[in-house]
């Protein structure tokens, strides 16, 4: 029985069953870092695509510029095989639900099939679009299911648009998502005169590289010649990246926004993580290394336990509110973890402060063991130990004392006879829960 009592008290056991607990969340719900760990698979052949985009220390660049660049490096490049332009920016829609605020992109004809993207309602754009056709439209299957409501007959309604009216042509699949960017609606890219927006609607360029060249390879020759392009301005910067390094990037913006957002608990908080450092073990190495391993994997465990949670509310609340909700998941998601962060990490510290340094075990009464690394702090905890437990017999005795500025009253009469050890006077008044803080 006593055994049985101890198992959920030790190290191990919180370890599996925090483990337990994310693999059923990670294997019920589906939804562990859906954008970081596998390639998308609604592009064709995503590994022989590249992006080319301007660097966070570059100047901003026209798009129709970036366009007739791209012309000239499938025509002089033998390692781009095929190149589409696009333009994107914030833009507010209004439809029969309403206004919704999403990311426009302006694409060349030929970007979904490159791509290899068909629609599921409709079409998409053709090469004579951007003449005939300049104020069509093409939707994502979020703005199609928040504006419209799923509705098969949406091909030729219209929709605002920033203010403009555009006729619908078609709508694309629900497991398609553009390369880094999360677009709600498509318009052809012009030929005609467009007003130009620096620092608001931002190019980029997609590249497929021919099968059977090395990717690796030719992205890091791909990236030095288009910066060497002959009229390219030199405040001008350009990163070629593949689909895994826009994967990595949205990674270490968590990671990085993770790290900072520990590190600021840990200041509001030094003085507890002052305590959890003083109340690790020192006396060996195996002891140090141990009490620390552990309090690292059980919080690593509750991160992404937290992570998990945060990302399947949110979807689940997406799939229930509609499509609108959508703009604000990202927000929502990092809200919460941050929430459930303080949360998980607040009981991590806890948890540790109220463990035996030796074995780990959780103690049923939580206790703060203190430093062990001072002999001066030993003894005077054991005076302040002894100093307790005299003033605890004192008080049973019906005696009044100034111990250290505080009093301890007692109106009944002795019911203990004097013991033998201060120990055992701790050990009797504990029971009777009358012991005298100092």
């Not at 499509?323 to 962060?341: C, E, K, R, S, T």
């Not at 017999?393 to 009944?412: L, M």
Request: with cysteine.
């Amino acid at each position: 029985m006593e055994f049985g009592h101890s198992i959920p008290l030790s190290p191990r056991f919180c370890l599996l069953a925090l483990g337990i607990l994310w693999v059923l969340l990670a294997t019920s719900f589906r939804s562990l870092f859906p954008w970081t760990l596998t390639p998308p698979t609604y592009v064709a052949d995503p590994s022989h695509l590249l992006t080319v985009c301007l660097t966070s220390r570059s100047h901003w660049l026209e798009p129709g510029l970036l366009r007739d660049y791209a012309l000239r490096w499938a025509r002089n490049n033998p390692l781009i095989a095929k190149e589409e332009a696009y333009a994107s920016r914030p833009s507010l829609v209004r439809g029969p639900a309403g206004r919704e605020n999403v990311l426009s992109a302006k694409v060349t004809p030929g970007t979904f099939e490159l791509l290899g993207i068909h629609p599921s309602l409709g079409r998409t754009f053709q090469l004579a679009d951007s003449v005939h056709c300049p104020n069509c439209a093409v939707l994502s299957n979020a703005l199609w299911t928040s504006q419209f409501h799923g509705d098969n007959h949406v091909i030729g309604r219209w929709l605002s648009v920033n203010g403009r009216q555009v006729e619908i042509i078609g709508v694309l699949p629900a497991q398609f998502r553009f390369p880094g960017l999360d677009v709600g609606l498509y318009t052809p890219f012009g030929t005609g005169t467009h007003p130009l927006m620096p620092m608001f609607e931002w190019p980029g360029v997609l590249l497929r590289v021919p099968a059977g060249v090395g990717v690796a390879k030719a992205k890091r020759e791909i990236e030095s010649y288009v910066n060497q392009t002959n009229g390219l301005p030199s405040n001008i910067k350009l990163d070629v990246l593949s689909l895994k390094d826009l994967e990595y990037q949205s990674l270490e913006s968590c990671a990085a926004l993770i790290a900072f957002t520990l590190l600021l608990l840990l200041a509001f908080n030094w003085r507890t993580a002052v305590r959890l450092r003083a109340t690790g073990p020192h006396r060996t190495v195996a002891e140090f290394l141990r009490w620390w391993l552990f309090f690292v994997a059980k919080t690593i465990l509750l991160l992404m336990i937290v992570l998990i949670v945060s990302l399947d509310l949110v979807q689940m609340a997406v799939l229930r509110l509609g499509g609108h909700a959508q703009q604000y998941a990202g927000g929502a998601v990092m809200w919460l973890f941050l929430v459930g962060l303080t949360v998980a990490l607040s009981w991590s510290i806890r948890d540790q402060l109220a463990r035996c340094r030796t074995c780990l075990r959780r103690l049923r009464i939580q206790v703060d063991l203190g430093g062990s690394s001072s002999v001066a702090m030993k003894d005077m905890a054991s005076c302040i130990y002894q100093l307790c437990s005299l003033a605890a017999w004192i008080r049973n005795a019906g005696q009044s004392w100034t111990i250290h500025g505080k009093r301890c009253w007692q109106n009944t009469r002795p019911k203990l006879p004097f013991p033998s050890s201060l120990r055992s006077i701790s050990e009797e008044t504990e029971r009777s829960n009358d012991a005298c803080v100092s």
